[in-house]
């Protein structure tokens, strides 16, 4: 899994007040959760510096130096302006080793499926995955094979397996599918 390096300030202000003045500096405040033992802490990163974070299909362990204190976290939550739509707020969950992490994985299709040589139209319907695995056994993508997929069939979740993930989506959902397009159901008809 890619990483990605972010450097932060511990705040000390807290409460609406200071958020606002934060943001008027250019800063977004931020939090890190789950620290055994520890309480949250509470920092800011500059706007700037997480734009390539946050503005990507991709997922990042990120690698956080906050002065004093260096951690490994990851994205939980990014909260938006509900008009100008940029980040007020950034929470991270501490990330370790030894311990399982639960993260979504984006979701790659690779292969020309036959149902689509057959004329249909393939649609992928889950984007992202939800899966649980020790840092180091992420990966960058989920990648799914479509090759075999006929006309009229899906992938569903309980289809798929990778080594030391577990996927905690429903088996039932569906993850991509091959659709009877107008003009293949068309030509059925008048062969």
């Not at 934060?22 to 510096?49: M, Q, W």
């Amino acid at each position: 899994m890619k990483t990605f390096a972010l450097k932060g300030e511990i705040r000390d202000g807290f409460g609406k007040k200071a958020a606002k003045a934060y943001r008027a500096e250019n800063l977004i405040p931020c939090v890190v959760y789950g620290g055994h033992g520890s309480e949250n802490i509470n920092f800011v990163v500059k706007t700037g510096d997480v734009r390539n974070l946050i503005y990507t299909p991709e997922v990042f362990l990120v690698n956080l130096d906050l002065g004093e204190k260096k951690l490994m976290a990851i994205v939980k939550d990014v909260q938006f302006h509900p008009v100008k739509d940029t980040i007020l707020h950034i929470d991270f969950l501490h990330v370790f080793e030894n311990l399982p992490v639960v993260i979504e994985i984006p979701v790659r299709l690779e292969g020309l499926a036959a149902g689509v040589r057959a004329g249909g139209k393939l649609s992928l319907d889950m984007r992202k995955l939800k899966v649980k695995a020790l840092p180091a056994k992420l990966p960058e993508v989920l990648v799914v094979n479509v090759e075999s997929l006929e006309l009229g069939k899906t992938i569903q979740v309980g289809q798929l397996s990778f080594e030391g993930l577990e996927i905690l989506n429903a088996k039932n959902a569906v993850v991509c599918r091959v659709q009877l397009t107008r003009a293949a159901r068309g030509a059925a008809t008048r062969g």
